[in-house]
């Protein structure tokens, strides 16, 4: 099928789709039926010519295809949705700023002060790392921030801060008084994991021991945050990066960190950016300002 037969509400049907694992959880989101998102999916596969989701009980999942199609879609909205604002907007001096997820609470609003003390607007998108490199890439993407990037031959990257995984709790919780802690310790207080690659999926293994009760289940999460919540609204302990903490109510003064001995794993937080846009205000700025933005992952007060 010829590729302008794909249409924009095809990508955002496939995307809602792909977001919350259900086609009436999309449908719900788009304001239409289920059987229409069902619909647009069956015809979006026939035009690309492959299935792009698994049908289960619990809901839809990408398959190999789908996988593939979904970073196209995404930069082809992101890059539709740039054109419309650029146009509509008559004001210079906009930074479009990628960053993950992770990453955004803590080092956003310095990068917003950092660019607004020369001038410059900062457009905020949020992208998991490799779709930061790929928006970066294409030029949807003025600068990003990843986590364990590697800059391929287009773009440059330096590295701001290596941010160890950290075991904390909610300050004056019982383990805190411990001088030294073992994952037996552990094994009647609920955990959450963030989830920062394999290397979670392997601590959670190890921790999910047989006789671990229902009431201290292990979690694990996609965003520190989520789990740095899980430590002070519900009395969890949790597993985080070092640099989430910066984020968090109080820092350091609401949290303790407990002595639970990890692997050396670790974070490496990058600034990353074009090379043919190195001499550019907005990455000048940036780089001139890494050691702001490195105190601003390290300082947990």
């Not at 660019?115 to 490799?130: F, P, W």
Request: aromatic share 4%.
């Amino acid at each position: 099928m010829p590729a302008e037969d794909i249409e924009t509400q095809d990508l955002r049907v496939f995307l809602a789709v792909a977001r919350h694992g259900s086609l009436s959880a999309a449908a719900k989101e788009l304001f239409l039926s289920t059987p229409s998102v069902g619909s647009r999916i069956a015809a979006l596969e026939a035009k690309v010519g492959a299935p792009l989701f698994t049908r289960h009980r619990r809901g839809s999942a990408l398959t190999g295809a789908g996988e593939q199609f979904l970073p196209y879609a995404q930069r082809c909205l992101a890059v539709l949705d740039d054109a419309r604002r650029a146009i509509r907007s008559s004001a210079p001096g906009h930074v479009v700023v990628s960053t993950p997820a992770t990453l955004a609470p803590v080092l956003l609003p310095e990068v917003v002060t950092v660019l607004g003390e020369k001038g410059l607007r900062t457009r905020g998108r949020v992208a998991h790392s490799h779709e930061v490199v790929l928006q970066l890439t294409q030029g949807s993407a003025d600068v990003g921030f990843l986590l364990n990037g590697v800059a391929p031959p287009a773009l440059m990257s330096r590295r701001l801060a290596r941010s160890a995984l950290v075991t904390v709790a909610r300050k004056g919780h019982p383990l805190a008084r411990r001088a030294c802690l073992e994952t037996v310790d552990l094994l009647t207080t609920p955990l959450t994991v963030y989830r920062w690659n394999s290397e979670a999926e392997t601590l959670v293994t190890s921790l999910d021991h047989p006789d671990r009760p229902a009431t201290a289940p292990v979690t694990i999460v996609g965003l520190p945050s989520v789990a740095l919540d899980m430590v002070l609204l519900h009395d969890h302990v949790a597993v985080v990066p070092e640099f989430s903490i910066a984020a968090t109510p109080g820092g350091e003064d609401s949290l303790s960190r407990l002595p639970l001995a990890l692997p050396d794993w670790s974070l490496d937080v990058q600034l990353m950016f074009r090379r043919d846009a190195q001499r550019t205000v907005a990455v000048q700025a940036l780089v001139e300002a890494a050691q702001r933005l490195t105190d601003r992952i390290t300082t947990t007060r």
